[in-house]
């Protein structure tokens, strides 16, 4: 079975602070990707990475950056936190297809509160 | 600019009802139309997918139905069960910019039990 994990479950931390999410898979996946999930939001896609070293912007960016510097590890770093980065973050990978839409596989999410 | 919109947000049922969640995008070039479904402290999984090639897919209590023309898709659980319960997702996506899918705002499903 795949398994993805992230690093925590809950993490509270307070404005203006560092904060590093990170996200590893055990698949060999090429594909990670880091969303965030808000009540009648759905899933936003924050960042996702095809490669090492590789990224690309998802549809909210603004304050977030990442890095991948392995296959199986992918991090969401919080340059300077704000309250309203408060939510629910979800890391995902999937197997890059030949043109197919591959499954993505979460991990169970970190809840992030800032104070 | 949200392209895939989901109703209802909440949906509750009685035991051994049909649960329909809908959903309706904007973009003609998706083509690989997954359901996501999560429960509370986890994180979402496939439940089903179905491509505009057609109509209907099945699995076990679970049917996609997919209506092209009019550019919806639904989920529709039979006999629901209260382990049924979670929040499901629909999603979207384009073959060859596969690595990305444009989820649905999401629905809260609660069978009675």
């Known amino acids: 079975d795949v398994k993805v994990t992230q690093s925590s479950r809950y993490l509270v931390k307070r404005t203006g602070e560092k904060v590093f999410l990170e996200c590893v898979q055990d698949?060999?996946?090429?594909?990670m990707f880091w969303y965030r999930q808000d009540p009648g939001l759905g899933l936003r896609l924050i960042y996702f990475?095809?490669?090492?070293?590789?990224?690309e912007k998802g549809d909210i960016p603004e304050g977030y950056s990442v890095s991948r510097e392995k296959k199986e590890r992918f991090s969401l770093i919080l340059e300077s936190a704000s309250t309203n980065q408060t939510s629910m973050y979800l890391c995902a990978s999937s197997l890059e297809g030949q043109g197919v839409a591959d499954t993505q596989y979460f991990g169970p999410g970190t809840r992030l509160t800032v104070l | 600019q949200q392209q895939v919109k989901q109703s209802p947000q909440s949906l509750i049922v009685q035991k051994g009802g049909i649960s329909i969640i809908n959903c309706a995008y904007e973009n003609t070039a998706f083509d690989y139309f997954p359901w996501y479904q999560q429960f509370p402290g986890k994180g979402p999984a496939l439940l089903i997918a179905?491509?505009?090639?057609?109509s209907e897919k099945k699995e076990g209590r679970f049917t996609i139905s997919f209506n092209k023309s009019a550019k919806q898709f639904s989920l529709h659980i039979m006999d629901s069960q209260p382990g049924d319960s979670a929040t499901y997702f629909c999603a979207a996506t384009k073959t060859g910019s596969a690595r990305q899918l444009t989820f649905g705002s999401g629905t809260q499903l609660t069978v009675l039990p």
């Open positions: 179905i491509r505009p090639d057609v």
């Open positions: 990475s095809y490669d090492v070293k590789m990224k």
């Open positions: 698949m060999d996946h090429e594909n």
